[in-house]
């Protein structure tokens, strides 16, 4: 069974830096967030998702090369004594366009949630 979702939301990034050393602080912007869903028998499902995210300063959208995408895959419906637990790889890159000068940060997250 599948099933597909698509969210709208807020994003915000910022470093806890002197902008002038690392870049970048407080940019934020509307996200959009589609998703689907795979329910595979029980209470197994796998997930993906796409984060499209354009960014701005806090006047106005930087340019369109300003903004962060991520994708991500979730597995669910495993159990740990009794608590259910799902595993996620997510990878996300965001570019800025500040100044004439690009700024690009990627990150890669592997992670587990517990539900207690």
Do not use: C, H, M
Request: net charge positive; aromatic share 12%; glycine share 12%.
């Amino acid at each position: 069974l599948w099933s597909a979702a698509i969210s709208l939301g807020g994003y915000f990034a910022t470093t806890w830096v002197d902008p002038n050393t690392f870049g970048y602080s407080n940019v934020y912007g509307p996200q959009f967030f589609p998703s689907v869903r795979r329910k595979l028998g029980g209470e197994k499902a796998i997930s993906g998702y796409l984060k499209i995210s354009p960014v701005t300063d806090g006047f106005s959208v930087l340019s369109l090369g300003s903004r962060e995408l991520a994708v991500g895959i979730a597995v669910e419906g495993f159990k740990i004594e009794k608590f259910p637990i799902s595993y996620t790889l997510d990878a996300a890159n965001l570019v800025l366009q500040l100044s004439g000068t690009k700024i690009q940060s990627t990150s890669t997250t592997i992670g587990a949630n517990l539900n207690w």
